[in-house]
């Protein structure tokens, strides 16, 4: 590990010789920037067609179901849900089924949302804590392209930023099926900085048959920051805590036989406790930037996709317990230099990472009582790394940035199985390079590759029996590789017209590895994709906007195996997003969103394919002295379509012992209404 770690710091010291035009890793202004949207004219500021930066402004006037839906602001990324809403929320992008977070890295305040060895998934990233409201924007980049993101980031990654000051609010939403949102929000001035206090409490039964979800989320945030020496000084308080009953996918058989509902269940006993509280605090200035941060989170999940197809007596219901706390730090050094005539920029820094999970277990239940253990283990991970990335503007025209990474990390885990207990460690090197061309004022082109990567449970690493049939298994890798590249096109007019292209490529050695719903290995092929995404978004004059974001992905496994073809399970090769939005100085405002998923592999030999799914959302706001009014209407339609599909095996009582292999769906919530009332004082 010493010598990479020396190889990069000396390459990073040759580089304080060369360097960039705008800071290449976007995250190293001063100043506050008002961001408005997709208005922000990135030519000659992104490295790539396939990043872009969120305002606080959009964000408002899109309705949201679920604050992890927030995520769907990012072109082609599409976020969905299988079970209760207080759980993270299922993610597509680029092909990927990227289950609760694995391959898409996400950051809020410069914490880490992605849990490793987590006990429902690798990668879960649930954003239940963030108030949209109080995001300032979102920067996000497709493709591992920039060093300063390593684990999960290998399609992706969005880092979400918070607000220093806001309006003070009060807002009270009520809707169908018992929906009850206070927000209360607010800022002044404290000394020689500013204080903002928000809390939000909510509560909800959901539209389905057989249960009342009973949704009871509370977030609280409390921020401080101020101007400090020549830089930014912030310190962020978050507490979050829910609890609710769950409506799992369920069996289409189920519902064609009348045994229940499209909206009903088959376990009434399923749902969660989930809570998190995290205390921040960042410093950064035109040189430096730092980020020190500790977490706590918790997530106790009772879940049954299989009835009774393992334990015919007793169901298959089980268990998921997650208990960890969370420590990490980031420090980096930006400069600009000259050199030759030639303008360079350097960004060089060091991450630090240290998940203490006190429980990651698994158990059979019955009604949320444990019947028997399944595994239960303590494990500490620890990882570090070195990166660096520079940028050189060869030329007026020509932009270049190279960067490298070097991750490293330390696994211990203690499992009550001593055959599973172990250590491992691993080491991981990542190049990133990119060139553009600005060939006319509105014209920009890219071609970024990249190499990228995910980690693997620590428990896979180290397990060597199966804990529910005692057989001896293999132990996988603790990194798994990927390797991406990307043409680019971009275009802005800077008055109508905000247009980018991009032709992109992406392998990775092994899909994800372990299954936390069985709690074993469960290793799978090296993959590919490849596809092209489409964002245009067109001012029709001051007020009127449309935009159109199209996504179309090829997906295969490159590696061959016995009885399985070569599709890759749950791949979307389909996304379609069309907005429609009136925003100007008079008192309304509207707001309508049409989001359409083509048709998904369920299976390798693509026999089984959900059906396609089309959802249009609608918002309306009316500005009146210090009240604000609005209405959303979420699914307009009333389109009964699937949220999500599976297609496995399950037992219903009196099936064959083997089950049956059937479609197993999560419908979307029914047409639901919800009216805003607001006082800004």
């Not at 804590?129 to 399609?155: C, M, R, T, W």
């Not at 064609?256 to 995290?278: K, M, P």
Request: hydrophobic share 35%; net charge negative.
């Amino acid at each position: 590990m010493g010598c990479y770690f020396a190889v990069v710091a000396g390459v990073a010291g040759v580089l304080a010789c060369y360097a960039v035009k705008s800071d290449p890793l976007s995250a190293h202004l001063l100043e506050h920037i008002s961001v408005k949207g997709r208005q922000t004219n990135l030519l000659g500021q992104a490295s790539s067609a396939s990043e872009g930066v969120i305002g606080d402004a959009e964000i408002a006037d899109r309705p949201l179901l679920r604050a992890g839906e927030i995520l769907e602001f990012i072109p082609g990324m599409v976020v969905t849900q299988h079970s209760g809403s207080g759980k993270a929320n299922q993610y597509f992008l680029r092909g990927f089924n990227l289950d609760h977070g694995t391959d898409f890295a996400s950051y809020v305040d410069g914490m880490p949302v992605n849990m490793r060895s987590h006990g429902h998934g690798q990668g879960y990233t649930d954003l239940s804590f963030i108030i949209p409201e109080l995001v300032s924007q979102i920067d996000y980049q497709k493709g591992a392209y920039h060093a300063n993101s390593g684990d999960f980031s290998a399609v992706g990654s969005a880092r979400f930023g918070l607000q220093n000051s806001t309006m003070n609010e009060a807002k009270l939403t009520l809707g169908h099926d018992n929906y009850q949102r206070l927000l209360a929000k607010g800022s002044r001035r404290q000394g020689n900085g500013d204080m903002l206090v928000a809390t939000e409490l909510q509560r909800y039964d959901g539209p389905w048959r057989d249960i009342n979800e009973d949704i009871d989320k509370i977030n609280v945030l409390a921020r401080y920051s101020e101007l400090y020496g020549d830089g930014q000084l912030g310190l962020t308080l978050m507490a979050y805590d829910n609890s609710w009953q769950a409506a799992d996918q369920v069996p289409q058989r189920a519902v064609l036989q009348g045994l229940i509902d499209a909206l009903g269940s088959l376990d009434t006993t399923v749902g969660g406790e989930s809570s998190r509280y995290s205390l921040s605090g960042s410093w950064y200035s035109d040189a430096w930037r730092g980020h020190l941060y500790a977490i706590k989170s918790k997530l106790d999940l009772w879940s049954n996709f299989t009835y009774f197809l393992n334990n015919p007596l007793n169901g298959d219901q089980f268990e998921q317990v997650d208990d960890r706390s969370i420590y990490g730090a980031e420090l980096s050094r930006h400069w600009h230099q000259q050199l030759a005539g030639v303008a360079l920029e350097h960004v060089v820094g060091v991450q630090w990472r240290y998940d203490n999970i006190a429980e990651v277990g698994l158990y059979n239940t019955q009604a949320r009582r444990r019947l028997s253990t399944v595994r239960q283990d303590s494990i500490d991970q620890r990882s570090a790394a070195l990166f660096s990335q520079s940028g050189i503007q060869l030329t007026d025209a020509w932009y270049a940035h190279i960067g490298l990474r070097y991750d490293y990390f330390i696994a211990k885990v203690t499992s009550d199985t001593a055959s599973n207990s172990g250590a491992e460690s691993d080491g991981i090197m990542s190049v990133k390079a990119g060139i553009s061309y600005q060939f006319a004022p509105d014209w920009q082109a890219y071609f970024n590759a990249g190499q990228g990567f995910h980690s693997n449970d620590a428990r896979g690493t180290t397990t060597q029996t199966d804990p529910q049939t005692g057989e001896m298994v293999s132990a996988v890798n603790l990194l798994v590789a990927s390797q991406g590249a990307e043409l680019g096109l971009r275009y802005f007019d800077y008055s109508a017209l905000n247009v980018s292209l991009a032709l992109w490529y992406l392998a990775l050695d092994s899909e994800l590895l372990y299954v936390g719903d069985a709690g074993t290995n469960e290793p799978s092929r090296a993959s590919q994709r490849f596809g092209i995404e489409l964002a245009a978004y067109y001012w029709l004059n001051s007020n009127w906007s449309i935009d159109t974001e199209l996504a179309l992905t090829r997906s295969r496994f490159t590696e061959s195996a016995v009885d399985e073809g070569n599709y890759v399970d749950g791949a979307l090769p389909l996304v379609l997003s069309m907005g429609l939005i009136y925003n100007a100085d008079s008192p309304w405002q509207l707001s309508v969103r049409l989001r359409h998923l083509g048709k998904r592999t369920l299976d390798s030999f693509n026999q089984q394919r959900s059906a396609a799914s089309t959802t249009v959302n609608a918002g309306y706001r009316y500005q009146w002295a210090r009240w604000q009014l609005a209405l959303e209407i979420l699914n307009l339609l009333d389109s009964d379509d699937s949220d999500i599909d599976y297609f496995y095996a399950s037992r219903l009582a009196g099936e064959p012992a083997e089950g049956i292999e059937d479609r197993h769906s999560h419908p979307l919530e029914p047409r639901t209404l919800r009216f805003t009332m607001a006082y800004r004082f």
